[in-house]
T-cell receptor
Framework: SQQGEEDPQALSIQEGENATMNCSYK?????LQWYRQNSGRGLVHLIL?????REKHSGRLRVTLDTSKKSSSLLITASRAADTASYFC????????????FGGGTRLMVKP | GAGVSQSPRYKVAKRGQDVALRCDPI?????LFWYQQALGQGPEFLTY????????KSGLPSDRFFAERPEGSVSTLKIQRTQQEDSAVYLC???FGTGNTEAFFGQGTRLTVV
């Protein structure tokens, strides 16, 4: 079963716009991670945010975490056509070696 | 190697056939995970190894699925008597530690059972 749910399931924007994807989860976590997957390829790690952190930045990416609401968001600023991909949030469980439980993903399309 | 390597990249199996999927993790990575990803879905956990020990196999869907990592590096996921519902992408991931560390994924093996 999947713990996280991404919202929206699909998002289409113009190049240069910002893209915001949300993730909700159900149980307590040690960390939350965001991954990107291009069609037919493996997952690429974007950001890990620990349960005691509230916000993290990496280049054009900004991730927030609200453990009281059991939710996280991923913001991609100044999007590019190359950002077109599926984005997944995953919660980590340190009791199982940081086993990841993934959501269903948001399919982002950035139009040039 | 530079990353996690999986082979084969694609596998077509006739229903009832046995298959073996291989994963070469990043050298020195302690943790190794197998995930199953159905079309249009997020990956779902199958099993977890810490070195050669299989610490969690709660995600394996049936006793037809078996995984091993005998020397604590390369891992093999075996599916016996494949069924059509086994068709999916099988992803392997490894990580250096066992706590708050990122996992590195291979490209996956796309299994199609006909």
């Amino acid at each position: 079963s999947q713990q996280g749910e991404e919202d929206p399931q699909a998002l289409s924007i113009q190049e240069g716009e910002n893209a915001t994807m949300n993730c909700s989860y159900k149980t307590s976590i040690n960390n939350l991670q965001w991954y990107r997957q291009n069609s037919g390829r493996g997952l690429v790690h974007l950001i890990l945010i620990r349960s005691n952190e509230r916000e993290k930045h990496s280049g054009r990416l900004r991730v927030t975490l609200d453990t009281s609401k059991k939710s996280s968001s991923l913001l991609i600023t100044a999007s590019r056509a190359a950002d077109t991909a599926s984005y997944f949030c995953a919660t980590g469980d340190n009791n199982a070696g940081n086993m990841l439980t993934f959501g269903g993903g948001t399919r982002l399309m950035v139009k040039p | 190697g530079a990353g996690v390597s999986q082979s084969p990249r694609y596998k077509v199996a006739k229903r009832g056939q046995d298959v073996a999927l291989r994963c070469d993790p990043i050298s020195g990575h302690v943790s190794l995970f197998w995930y199953q990803q159905a079309l249009g879905q997020g990956p779902e956990f199958l099993t977890y190894f810490q070195n050669e020990a299989q610490l969690d196999k709660s995600g394996l869907p049936s006793d037809r699925f078996f995984a091993e990592r005998p020397e604590g590096s390369v891992s093999t996921l075996k599916i016996q008597r494949t069924q059509q519902e086994d068709s999916a992408v099988y992803l392997c991931a490894s990580s250096f530690g066992t706590g708050n560390t990122e996992a590195f994924f291979g490209q996956g093996t796309r299994l199609t059972v006909v």
